[in-house]
């Protein structure tokens, strides 16, 4: 976890001198363990994790607000959350989501993965909230294979949805991008996806491919795989361009036919 928080300093380093207002980091940034115990014995507190805490003092220091997924026990001890916090620029944790779909899948040919056997399930949405880049819905991962979150986070107004990944190469190649970008048209929102990317260890490959899509579904930045140092993509969130796409193209739900999400 030192290493990664190392990895993560890179990244705030290099957010500042391009002049975000706000670092988007990866589902499970603290770290992807190699089997289901092990995860649960690395799992800490946001007390006591140096890892969280060292982005909260960068946070703190540099006035940027950090989205990173992270791991938490969960209560009784035999699994841990998979969960991803808002740090605001004053280094406080004001928001907390816990992923609602696990990554439970066993591919013929690719990976096997059971999430379930490690993690606990979420239990609500969180409501979007203000920040300084606008109005932010928290996703992760597998969610955004669920479009009912995603819907009922642009209900809510959600200007920007967050989508923090680990996803599997083969999956990734299959619907990584399809699935962000439709998300996007979908909801008209910005996409903002930091993909988890490479090698973590000798069970576990991550696809990368870290996105910024449009309300429009265009691809703003993307991030290639296989880099040997970490980077950011950079794009302008214009919220003049989401009240546009919404107003020029609205997507007026039939509730008399089907239910609200």
């Known amino acids: 976890m030192a290493h990664n928080l190392q990895q993560c300093q890179i990244l705030v380093k290099k957010a500042v001198a391009a002049g975000a207002k706000a670092l988007f980091l990866p589902e499970a940034s603290d770290y992807i363990a190699r089997s289901a115990a092990e995860t649960v014995s690395l799992a800490r507190s946001v007390q006591d994790s140096d890892f969280v805490k060292g982005l909260q003092h960068e946070a ?26 808002w740090i605001d620029e004053q280094g406080q944790i004001v928001q907390r989501y816990q992923k609602l779909h696990l990554f439970d899948v066993d591919i013929e040919g690719g990976p096997v993965l059971k999430e379930s056997k490690s993690v606990e399930k979420g239990a609500e949405i969180v409501p ?10 928290l996703t992760i991962c597998f969610d955004l294979r669920f479009p009912e979150i995603n819907l009922a986070l642009k209900r809510q107004n959600a200007q920007i949805i967050t989508y923090p990944s ?25 996409v903002i996806a930091a993909a988890q990317s490479g090698a ?9 491919h870290s996105l910024i899509i449009s309300p429009w579904g265009e691809v703003l930045a993307a991030l290639g795989a296989g880099r040997q140092e970490p980077e950011i993509a950079t794009a302008d969130i214009d919220l003049e361009v ?4 919404r107003r020029e193209m609205p997507l007026l739900r039939r509730t008399d036919v089907y239910p609200e999400v």
């Open 60 to 85: 703190r220091e540099t006035k940027l607000s950090i989205n990173v997924g992270i791991h938490e026990p969960a209560e009784g001890g035999k699994k841990v959350k998979n969960t991803l916090l």
């Open 128 to 137: 979007p909230f203000d920040t300084s880049v606008g109005r932010v819905g």
């Open 166 to 190: 680990a996803f599997t190469v083969p999956t990734g190649k299959a619907h990584w991008e399809v699935l962000l970008r439709a998300r996007a048209i979908e909801t008209q929102t910005y």
């Open 200 to 208: 973590h260890n000798e069970k576990r490959v991550s696809y990368g």
């Open 242 to 245: 989401v009240e546009k796409v």
